[in-house]
Structure formats: structure tokens, C-alpha cells
């Protein structure tokens, strides 16, 4: 996961949009936890309640029943993919801290949308290939959708992944793809540095992105909100 830059610059553009379209729509456990996750050291890292009802939406258009997360934090995003599916609808999320996710488990619980999760602690990629396994030899049992905001230098990696996970029609969406704007910004040496880590990633998203587009399996669309958003349809 990634801290969260907004990347749209017009502090009362984006003030007009939550309070009149994303606030009073906004699950009210959804609010709990996220007023929760903001006094967290890392709160910054958690998705945006306007990037939120966004991916609720294509959830709901997708009529997605069975979705993947990687990289869970405290759970404002897995919470919004819970809600947006039906009652049959299952969620397998993964991340390598489980404390974090505990944070949000609670608000889960009052929404009543714990039996549609099933988290898994671990590092992304042996789950995911043992997912692989599991559903190579049954097309019904491939997956709707996932959402990827993890360590992002391995979306590479979870992409070949979930490209044999996620059925044809259906959807990955990359977060933090606009890296806080940096993907457009040299490093400029005059001036104090950004963080090392901070620079590989960006330079990683640069080539991601340019991958993403060229990939003749997919349809794409990146989006200016929250610190950009690729929405992947698998077509082949």
C-alpha cells in the first residue's frame, strides 16, 4: 500500500463532491471505519470514501459475485467491495498483517457482511498460485473482480496471476497508479530528494502503466481519482 495523495487539486471541487454525492451516501460503518483509520500512523494509506463509491458502482454494474483483494489495510475498501455484493457474494482477501485488518473487523461485523470474507494473512503470490490450481480446471469457479493496493512493485506479478484468476469480462483494478503525481514529474536533484523507496515506485509505475496500456488482453481506463485508479477488463 501506498500513502494517499488526492489528486485532484481543487480542495473545494473535492469538498463539493463528497459532501454533496459521497458523504450522505457513505454506509455508515463505512464512516466509523474510516474516521477510525485516519487517526492511524498509516491512515493515509487507506482508499478515499469518493474512490470508494466509485468502485462500489462498477461492483454493482458487474453484478460481481466473487472477488479477490489484495493488500487489505483496515478494510475500507474490502468493506465497500462487501456491501456492493449480493448476499451470495464472497470476497478472498489477503494481505501479510492481520492486526490492521482487526482494526476494521468490528465495523465489518455490524454491517453484517463478515460471512462474505474470507482474509487470508500471507504474502500474495504462493495464495494466489495455489488459487490458480484450484480453478484451472473449472471455468465456473474463476473470479468477477479484483482489487489490487499492495506492495506495488509485485502488480506485475499479481497481474500474470490473476489474468489466469479472473474470468474474460471481467475486472482488476490497480490502485495508487498516478503514484501522487510523480508518474508525470522528473526528480529533480537542485532540491531535497523524495525517499529512495518513494522514487522506485515511481519509476515502477511508469513502466507498469505503460504495460497496462499495451497488453492486447485487457481494455483499460485510468482514472484521476484518489492517487489514480487502472481499471483492467480482461478480454482474452
Known sequence: ??????????????????????YPREHE???????????????????PPEEGSFLSI?????????????????????????????????ITAIDINRSSFEIGLPFIRKAGVEEKINFIESEA????DKMIEEV?????????????????TNNREYHERLMKLIKI????????????????EPIDSSHSSPPERFIMT??????????????????????????GVTICRRIL
Not at 501506498?2 to 459521497?22: E, P
Not at 474510516?34 to 492511524?40: A, L, Q
Not at 503470490?125 to 494466489?128: E, G, R
Not at 469480462?169 to 508525470?184: C, E, H, M, Q, R
Request: charged share 30%.
Open 136 to 152: 484451472k480446471d473449472d471455468k465456473e469457479e474463476l473470479y468477477d473482480y479484483a482489487f489490487v493496493d499492495a506492495d506495488k
Open 169 to 184: 469480462g471481467g475486472v482488476i483494478v490497480y490502485d495508487n497508479t498516478l503514484w501522487s503525481g510523480a508518474v508525470t
Open 202 to 227: 515511481k519509476n515502477f509505475f511508469v513502466k507498469f502503466n505503460e504495460f497496462l496500456a499495451l497488453d492486447p488482453r485487457l481494455e483499460i481506463s485510468q482514472v484521476c481519482i484518489g492517487d
Open 58 to 90: 462498477i461492483l454493482k454494474l458487474m453484478n460481481a459475485k466473487k472477488a479477490i483483494e489484495i493488500g487489505v489495510f483496515t478494510g475500507y475498501s474490502l468493506l465497500t467491495t462487501a456491501l456492493a455484493l449480493p448476499k451470495d457474494g464472497k
Open 1 to 22: 500500500m501506498a500513502r494517499h495523495k488526492n489528486l485532484l487539486k481543487n480542495d473545494d471541487l473535492l469538498k463539493y463532491i463528497l459532501d454533496t454525492s459521497v
Open 125 to 128: 503470490i504462493p495464495i494466489l
Open 29 to 47: 460503518q463505512l464512516k466509523e471505519l474510516r474516521e477510525v483509520t485516519m487517526k492511524h500512523i498509516s491512515g493515509e494509506m487507506s482508499v
